[in-house]
């Protein structure tokens, strides 16, 4: 753990993360009043759920590229996904909102598969192993709705006769030391990881390189993968004579258990979008909550929702009444909720959809091949 008690890294994220601070450590801008007013014109005069609620906070070139667009230049949504194993709930917040832009702005959706990436990091994959979960976790991306014709999947290892040519030139311009400093690499880091930051970067600029015009960029993410955007993409994009992609970023959903992100390497405390319903709901009745030791204890002082992860669900996804969500919280605090109650009725939620996600999946296998790009 660094001095400032927490580590958000692309393939770490560890302790309480303090976003002020690394919103400043990363030079980012927070989604402030004005901003919010902006977007507002086109999410039907109402702000989307996630930035009202804070959800997704920051952002780098977010009114530059609202202005574009107001000037009639349309841009495209670039996210992804490292395959390292089944898709969890944490993974889904930014598709979700990635879909809802798609539908507000009309826009593209390019989506990054790195099957390379997660087989070079997890020393436990193979190369088989993270393609699999490539297409596993295609048909959740499928299931989330995006607009098929709109969206295109690639995987890295797939796709990479077209990356390739984007990749060597982003990489021409960027030094060992510089991705020693961002990445933390070191010389015992293999050689894949050390290219691979050039490849995370290419999609910035394929839809450009594909229509042949200069066609600007915005990326909804987590704040994790800052560090590409940050070093690499955005320091070449003026040398190769592209826009600088646009980021907006989220927070993370926390696991269930106490404090730290959603991962997959601690399953007990994340639900993924495969789990068996009652596997999910077990999770959920048995998670951590910012509740009292007994009842007499929370009826008498209350909860504490801000550190607990069971609120942070239904802020994050599972509670779309902004008036509902705000009873919940005070209920909490005053005690007359009960942590039992509140973790059951999201376990309903959660279960619900969950069932309705997976019979998506299944529908998605039908048109899997529609949305994937192909050299
Ligand atoms: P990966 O697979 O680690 O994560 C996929 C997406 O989910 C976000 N994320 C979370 N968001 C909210 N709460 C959480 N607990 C949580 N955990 C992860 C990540 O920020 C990411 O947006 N290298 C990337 C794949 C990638 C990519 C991209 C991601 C390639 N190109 C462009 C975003 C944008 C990765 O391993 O993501």
Redesign the pocket.
């Given at each position: 753990m660094s001095d400032r008690g927490f580590v958000v890294t692309?393939?770490e994220?560890k302790g309480e993360v303090d976003y002020d601070k690394l919103m400043e450590e990363f030079g980012v801008q927070p989604i402030d009043d004005k901003l919010e007013e902006k977007l507002k014109r086109y999410t039907c005069g109402q702000l989307h759920p996630q930035i009202g609620r804070k959800?997704f906070f920051s952002h780098r070139d977010l009114d530059w590229i609202l202005d574009r667009y107001e000037d009639g230049e349309k841009f495209f949504l670039?996210?992804?996904?490292?395959?390292?194993g089944h898709?969890?709930?944490?993974?889904?917040?930014?598709?979700i909102f990635t879909r809802d832009l798609q539908r507000y702005f009309d826009a593209e959706v390019y989506?990054?598969?790195?099957d390379d990436?997660?087989f070079l990091v997890k020393p436990d994959l193979s190369l088989e192993d993270t393609i699999g979960y490539a297409y596993d976790?295609a048909l959740d991306v499928i299931a989330c709705g995006f607009e098929k014709g709109k969206t295109w999947l690639f995987l890295d290892t797939e796709y990479m006769k077209t990356l390739y040519g984007i990749a060597v030139r982003i990489a021409k311009h960027i030094t060992f030391s510089t991705v020693k400093a961002i990445f933390g690499f070191t010389s015992s880091t293999n050689i894949g990881m050390v290219f691979f930051p050039a490849i995370?970067a290419a999609?910035c600029f394929l839809p450009s390189i594909l229509k042949g015009r200069n066609i600007p960029c915005l990326?909804?993410?987590?704040?994790?993968?800052d560090p590409?955007w940050r070093g690499v993409a955005r320091a070449v994009a003026p040398r190769l004579g592209f826009y600088k992609p646009a980021q907006i970023?989220?927070?993370?959903?926390?696991?269930l258990g106490r404090g730290g992100?959603?991962?997959a390497s601690q399953p007990e405390t994340a639900i993924f979008t495969t789990d068996r319903l009652e596997v999910a709901e077990a999770k959920i009745m048995n998670a951590y909550t910012g509740g009292q030791p007994t009842v007499k204890e929370q009826r008498a002082k209350g909860g504490n929702p801000d550190i607990c992860p069971i609120y942070q669900y239904y802020l994050?996804l599972f509670e779309e009444d902004d008036g509902r969500l705000k009873e919940r919280y005070l209920d909490c605090r005053s005690g007359s909720l009960l942590c039992g109650d509140c973790k059951e009725t999201l376990a309903k939620r959660v279960s619900s959809f969950l069932k309705e996600h997976q019979k998506r999946r299944i529908k998605a296998k039908n048109v899997l091949e529609d949305f994937i790009l192909r050299d």
């Open positions: 692309p393939w994220v959800v670039y996210t992804g996904r490292g395959p390292s898709t969890h709930i944490g993974h889904i917040i930014p598709w989506f990054q598969l790195t990436e997660k976790n995370q999609p990326i909804p993410a987590a704040i994790d993968q590409y970023h989220c927070k993370f959903l926390p696991g992100k959603m991962s994050f």
